[in-house]
């Protein structure tokens, strides 16, 4: 079965400061993966989505990039840390029918 | 673009009681329609999907969802709420471009005993 791990899990960082989030997903080949961000009360904002390796496309203009190295692993990245970087980040992968099966999330604080 | 509503931001519901949350959608053409619920600090997890066929469908721990195109609606039901059912649910349809999902905004349901 198909399993999908992102970490960390909690992390606290100054503004300024670089950031790495961290996703694999086992059990299947070739997937679409994602990056969401979740704000209070705003629901969920894709940030960058993926087809295959090194193919990256952002959904929105930001502070955070976004890679894909190997083929079952997506990376989320960003140089300066700014305040309103804060929130909880999901990592997903979708199959074959468009469903999403999501990582348990990553929150960060940026201080 | 697609877009999908949630009206409301809170519900509160007592144990035992009924549930309906509603959800509505944005898109030109048939829609992939999910709802996924989120317990505190947790990813999402799917509760049920609607592709094509009968419209009235069944997800996991006793929801349902109906399809209703002439409202552009895909509200999720359940007969009878239980303690454990209090998260925050999200409604989202498929753009079938790159099958990215949009979502809702949430609706956080509160369980009263």
């Known amino acids: 079965s198909q399993t999908i791990h992102q970490w960390p899990a909690t992390l606290v960082q100054p503004v300024g400061s670089p950031l790495s989030l961290e996703c694999t997903v086992e059990?299947?080949?070739?997937?679409?993966l994602y990056w969401y961000r979740q704000a209070a009360g705003r629901g969920l904002q894709l940030l960058f989505y993926s087809v295959g390796i090194g193919q990256i496309s952002s959904e929105v203009p930001q502070n955070l990039s976004a890679s894909r190295p190997q083929d079952r692993q997506f990376i989320l990245s960003s140089k300066k840390l700014l305040l309103s970087d804060s929130g909880f980040y999901l990592c997903?992968?979708?199959?074959?029918?468009?469903?999403?099966?999501f990582g348990e999330g990553s929150r960060l604080t940026v201080l | 673009a697609q877009s999908v509503t949630q009206p409301d931001i809170h519900i509160t519901v007592s144990e035992g009681a009924s549930l309906e949350l509603r959800c509505n959608y944005s898109y030109g053409a048939t829609p992939y329609l999910f709802w996924y619920v989120q317990s505190p600090g947790q990813g999402l997890q799917l509760l049920l999907k609607y592709f094509s066929g009968d419209t009235l469908v069944q997800g996991i721990k006793g929801f349902e969802a109906e399809f209703k195109r002439s409202q552009s609606s895909f509200n999720l039901r359940k007969p009878s709420v239980h303690w454990s059912d209090a998260a925050e649910y999200f409604c989202a349809v498929d753009t079938t471009d790159g099958n990215k999902l949009v979502f809702g905004a949430g609706t956080i349901l509160r369980v009263k005993s």
């Open positions: 059990g299947t080949s070739n997937p679409n």
């Open positions: 997903a992968w979708s199959s074959s029918t468009g469903e999403l099966f």
